[in-house]
């Protein structure tokens, strides 16, 4: 395989992963040669990768291509199939194998790309092997991909199975009360993983739930709403279904299935924050349970709410504030030892699954929170959401240094400045309550990305506005 005009690969290798539109980027070409590339990169001849894939249209072919150029380099495959991004990462860890899944996540149709794991799960990122990846798959679309003296295998692989179970060993929801929860899968791999994990699907006990079903058919055409649960507008069918139904709450999973976001039973958004609120009590009780003496941190990206850093000092562990960032959090899992760690972007890491993000597992958390009491989940989140928080506001701007000027300018000498990920500055008003707000440049689009946070509504408005002002003036 050669190609006389190759593609242009830094287009489309982001920080964390690949990502590109299908047939002007991603070709079968194209990911012929990331996994020859792969193979390489992670060992060479005999080496078993692992290799899912979601239910895009482009999906399958592009797992049998990238099967082809790694097992031409040696390497041996373990084919998924269909499955969800969390269900690679069980499959990288119980078998300590690296692995590539074929997703574009939350997505359009047009697109799709390749989430990349070293064995055991860890993330690989542009810093930590991405960009060798590239690299390589360049050399090999320009050159050819030179033939290992032996060949690898392609070995089929179902791991749903094993996957439901050992999420249920981690999480016990036999006892809890009986409850009735809306799921909507947005046409992705939720509709899959959620029969096998909360149902009986792959062979395991029924549970004490009663799943009320959206849009459960795998679609990559995403009939009906795009599968970015972040996105409001594409919670409303959920929240609508959630109060006409009467359930006790709703969950949504995004295309790939490795974020999960809440809804209480008034139809009204759980923030991803309280939700790791919740998932951190409950695992730092476990733990001080199993190892009274252990020393335990609990990581939380700098964009969370206060709540969350206060609820895991309360509970009786050091909270690890961290930037923003998939690979970056689950090195920072590995290298502290944490627990557990939550993203403002509901994507939920836990060291007994190998430092991943899993939002399947941290839904199980929350229906064994609320399972086991009597109240309400509205009652439960608003204990874990005393603040007024902004959410992330992306704005366009033709001058990002400029806009970013404008603001230190502006908040000298009445704020706090902190520079680990983009610019957070932290005060109080002359109330006593404290506000504080973080801008981000985007590392692909010319965005300034703010999240502002304050004791009560009108202050986090008053911060909020003053700051958009500046970005946007």
Request: with cysteine; glycine share 10%.
């Amino acid at each position: 395989m050669t190609s006389d005009s190759p593609v242009d690969l830094t287009a489309f290798v982001k920080t964390y992963d690949v990502r590109g539109l299908v047939g002007s980027q991603l070709t079968p070409e194209v990911v012929e040669a990331f996994g020859a590339a792969f193979a390489d990169e992670i060992g060479g001849d005999a080496t078993e990768i692992v290799v899912g894939h979601d239910m895009r249209d482009s999906s399958p072919e592009f797992a049998d291509a990238f099967g082809r150029g790694a097992t031409a380099r040696g390497a041996n495959i373990t084919l998924l199939g269909l499955c969800s991004t969390d269900e690679t990462y069980f499959a990288s860890g119980s078998r300590n194998a690296p692995a590539a899944m074929f997703t574009a996540s939350h997505n359009p149709a047009t697109y799709n790309g390749i989430k990349f794991s070293r064995a055991g799960a860890q993330g690989i990122s542009l810093d930590t092997g991405l960009s060798s990846i590239r690299d390589r798959a360049s050399a090999f679309l320009a050159n050819g991909i030179d033939a290992a003296p032996t060949p690898g295998s392609v070995t089929p692989f179902d791991a749903l199975p094993s996957y439901a179970a050992y999420l249920r060993s981690l999480v016990d929801l036999a006892k809890i009360r009986p409850i009735t929860i809306v799921v909507d899968a947005g046409n992705g791999m939720g509709g899959l993983t959620v029969p096998a994990v909360l149902g009986t699907a792959a062979g395991l006990p029924e549970l004490p739930i009663t799943i009320i079903p959206l849009y459960f058919e795998l679609d990559g055409t995403f009939p009906n709403h795009e599968a970015n649960p972040l996105e409001p507008s594409n919670l409303v069918d959920l929240q609508k279904a959630v109060v006409e139904h009467g359930a006790d709450l709703g969950l949504a999973f995004d295309g790939d299935a490795d974020r999960c976001f809440v809804v209480d039973e008034k139809g009204d958004a759980v923030t991803p924050s309280a939700v790791a609120a919740i998932v951190a009590v409950r695992e730092i009780a476990r733990v001080h349970a199993a190892s009274p003496d252990e020393h335990i941190s609990v990581i939380h990206n700098l964009i969370t709410s206060r709540a969350v850093p206060e609820a895991i000092e309360a509970a009786g562990a050091t909270p690890v504030r961290t930037r923003v960032g998939h690979s970056l959090i689950k090195d920072e899992m590995k290298a502290t030892g944490a627990i557990f760690g939550g993203e403002h972007s509901a994507h939920y890491y836990f060291r007994d699954f190998w430092g991943a993000d899993n939002g399947m597992l941290a839904a199980l958390h929350v229906l064994a929170e609320f399972g086991s009491g009597s109240t309400p989940l509205s009652e439960l989140t608003d204990h874990y959401t005393p603040y007024a928080a902004s959410g992330e506001i992306n704005s366009t701007v033709t001058d990002v240094p400029a806009a970013y000027a404008r603001i230190v300018e502006a908040y000298t000498g009445s704020g706090e400045f902190d520079e680990l990920d983009g610019l957070t500055v932290s005060g109080t008003f002359d109330t006593g309550e404290f506000w504080w707000f973080n801008v981000r440049p985007s590392n692909t689009e010319p965005l300034l990305r703010l999240n502002a946070e304050a004791a009560t509504p009108g202050g986090m408005v008053q911060v909020r506005d003053a700051v958009l002002a500046l970005i946007r003036a």
